[in-house]
């Protein structure tokens, strides 16, 4: 019995090495299992047997357009010009074993290297600071902003916001590359020829040129909570003016993002990149949304800059709201100063009265006032208000006015009265 127990025990023995042996022969382990570049980028590829010993191998790379090269030492270069994902298989052949392979996957993205092109002369506004191009490059771990610029910019000590003659602005990123997500970009507000009907880009962070913090560096906020989540350094070489981001600040991005700007100095914008609806923009005046949901109140709280460049805000209230058919309202009208520069109120109609400076009964009597930062204008003036009983009489007025520039801005307010029985 001891016998026959002996024989199955070296019989099993020797299947057991066996199995082994086919392990040892059959196994091989390619390392990462797959990664993920850019188009141009290299991934270093190891192969093992089942114990983790080196073996002699030989590397291949799928066959067909697009998937790249991979060297005997294993390094694998992915191709240059990629316009779309695409995957690669790369796999290792035990030498002297052609049935002893293992393998990976390689994903490999687009070129995330970009560059939009601006026209030089396309200032607005002032006209201090025209850029001529963005351009981005990425490492895996930082996106690079270079902008050029046709003069060089003057840009504030380490902890001190920016001056009239300052270079200001946002950089603004659509991370996710999805319009409905984050927040309109600083360009649709503040650009001449917006705001627009439909938002370019949706911003989940920007770049805020209006401050440079204690460490030399821009703040990175993330949208729509407007976050602080970081610095951006700069570096100044003559009219290029380049932005280090960390991707992490970005939210761990993949570096594939939508990008415009819109930059000036601390009075006012001046260009934007790119122009969007227009190819050139020209000295069309600045009238960016107020209140703004986003920019506007951001500027206001965070440098205590009313709103970047020149703005105007209209009100108006009737008093009473409610009369019967016939009766005399007084409507009072107030233009506020919204904006960075002083302005001369220039005129002031209403759409069912006409031009309330010819009014008799008004105290809007010109020559209409210089109206300072942060400051207002009011008049009213009285009129005879007929309708029918529970009807809503809306009456619009439009001010205009001028910075010291003659640029022009324009806002209207309204007002309703009800007719009572």
Avoid at 17 to 30: E, N, P, Q, Y
Avoid at 84 to 89: E, K, R
Avoid at 134 to 141: D, E, F, L, V
Wanted: hydrophobic residues 40%; proline residues 7%.
């Amino acid at each position: 019995m001891s016998k026959r127990i002996l024989l199955v025990g070296l019989i099993l023995g020797v299947i057991g090495l066996a199995l082994a042996g086919c392990m040892r022969l059959t196994s091989l382990v390619v390392t990462p299992t797959s990664a993920i570049v850019e188009g141009g980028g290299t991934v270093t590829f190891t192969a093992v047997d089942h114990l983790g010993n080196p073996v002699a191998v030989i590397w291949s790379v799928s066959s067909g357009p697009g998937t790249g090269t991979i060297t005997s030492a294993g390094v694998y270069m992915a191709p240059p010009a990629v316009s779309v994902v695409t995957n690669a298989t790369i796999t290792a052949t035990r030498v002297g074993y052609p049935s002893i392979t293992g393998s990976a996957t390689v994903t490999i993205k687009p070129p995330i290297n970009a560059a939009l092109v601006d026209a030089a002369g396309d200032v607005f506004g002032l006209g201090t600071y025209d850029i001529t191009g963005i351009s981005t490059s990425r490492t895996s771990t930082t996106l690079t902003v270079t902008i050029n610029l046709t003069a060089s910019p003057t840009i504030p000590a380490p902890g001190m916001a920016v001056g009239p003659g300052d270079l200001a602005g946002f950089v603004c990123f659509d991370t996710d590359e999805i319009v409905a997500t984050g927040i309109p970009s600083a360009n649709f507000y503040f650009c001449p020829c917006g705001p627009f009907a439909a938002q370019a880009i949706g911003s989940d962070y920007f770049v805020s040129l209006f401050f440079v913090n204690a460490a030399g560096n821009y703040d990175i906020y993330k949208t729509p909570g407007f976050t602080d989540v970081g610095d951006a350094a700069y570096t100044l070489a003559g009219t290029v003016l380049t932005l280090t981001i960390p991707l992490t600040y970005l939210g761990g991005d993949d570096g594939i993002t939508d990008m415009n700007a819109v930059l000036g100095d601390g009075v006012g914008p001046t260009d934007c990149i790119p122009d969007e609806v227009t190819a050139v923009v020209t000295g069309k005046s600045i009238v960016p949304a107020y209140p703004s949901p986003y920019y506007v109140p951001f500027l206001l709280a965070t440098y205590g800059i009313p709103c970047w460049g020149t703005s105007i805000a209209v009100s108006k209230t009737a008093d009473p709201a409610s009369v019967q058919s016939g009766s005399t309202v007084v409507f009072t009208v107030r233009v506020d100063n919204t904006g960075a520069r002083s302005v001369t109120l220039t005129s002031l109609i209403d759409d069912l009265y006409g031009d309330l400076t010819e009014v008799q009964t008004t105290s809007c009597t010109p020559p209409l006032p210089l109206i300072p930062v942060g400051s207002f204008y009011n008049c009213d003036f009285k009129a005879v208000v007929t309708g029918t009983v529970e009807e809503s009489i809306t009456n619009t007025v439009t001010a205009k006015a001028e910075d010291d520039d003659g640029h022009e801005v324009t806002a209207s307010g309204e007002a309703t009265v009800t007719i009572e029985p």
